[in-house]
C-alpha cells in the first residue's frame, strides 16, 4: 500500500523534532534507524541524530518498515497525550492509598507536575487530594457510625485541623453537621417510600 507523504520538507519536520513542537504532532512521525522506534515531533526521548532519523506519513507507514512505538509517546494511539497521561497516573494514585502515597515518588519532578496539575485539573495536586480525601470523609461520615476523628485518619488527613478545613471549605458545613443532615435526608427518603 503506498503513503502519501506529508507536504512539509524534511528540514521542516527535523526542525519540529530538534524543538519538540506539539503543533507537528499528527502531521508526521520520525523513526530512528539504529533502534527501529518511532515517535511523535513533540517526544520527549532523547534527541537522536539526524542521520538516523526517517520520516512517516502515519504509523501504519513506520510499521511496515519494521519500526515499533515510542512507549513514552505512543505515536500508534490517535489521542494519546502523554502530559495528561502523567497527570492521570498521578491521581490514581492518590485515588488508591493517599497514606502510602507519601512515600511514593511520581515519575517527573513535583515542580513539572504540579504544572501539570494545574493545566489538566485546574487545581494543584495538593488541593486535588484534599478534595478526594474530603470526599471520602463525606461517604464514611454519611454511611458509617465511626467517630470523626476516626474519619479524618481514615480519609487520609494528619491532623484533624485541616481535616475541618478542608471539610468545611468543600461541603460548606462541619463534619457534625453533614453527618446529621444525611441522616435527616435518609430518614425524610425513607417515609416518602412507605406507602
Not at 35 to 41: D, E, G, N, Q
Not at 170 to 186: I, L, V
Request: glycine fraction near 4%.
Amino acid at each position: 500500500m503506498a503513503h502519501m507523504r506529508p507536504t512539509l520538507t524534511d528540514d521542516e519536520m527535523w526542525r519540529a523534532v530538534t524543538e519538540r513542537d506539539e503543533d507537528f504532532d499528527g502531521a508526521f512521525l520520525y523513526g530512528v534507524a539504529s533502534t527501529k522506534i518511532f515517535c511523535r515531533p513533540s517526544c520527549t526521548a532523547r534527541r537522536p541524530l539526524r542521520r538516523n532519523v526517517r520520516f512517516f506519513a502515519d504509523a501504519g507507514e513506520a510499521m511496515d518498515l519494521g519500526f515499533r512505538p515510542c512507549k513514552l509517546c505512543r505515536p500508534d494511539l490517535p489521542a494519546y497525550d502523554p502530559q495528561r497521561e502523567l497527570v492521570e497516573q498521578e491521581k490514581g494514585r492518590l485515588n488508591r492509598s493517599l497514606h502510602e502515597e507519601k512515600r511514593v515518588a511520581p515519575a517527573v519532578s513535583r515542580r513539572h507536575l504540579a504544572r501539570l496539575f494545574v493545566q489538566y485539573e485546574g487545581c494543584t495536586r495538593a488541593r486535588y487530594a484534599a478534595r478526594m480525601m474530603a470526599e471520602r470523609a463525606a461517604e464514611l461520615l454519611a454511611n458509617t457510625e465511626k467517630n470523626v476523628l476516626d474519619v479524618a485518619h481514615e480519609s487520609g488527613f494528619e491532623s484533624p485541623s485541616s481535616f475541618y478545613r478542608h471539610f468545611r471549605e468543600r461541603w460548606n458545613a462541619t463534619p457534625r453537621e453533614f453527618r446529621e443532615t444525611q441522616r435527616r435526608e435518609k430518614t425524610c427518603s425513607s417515609k416518602e417510600r412507605r406507602p
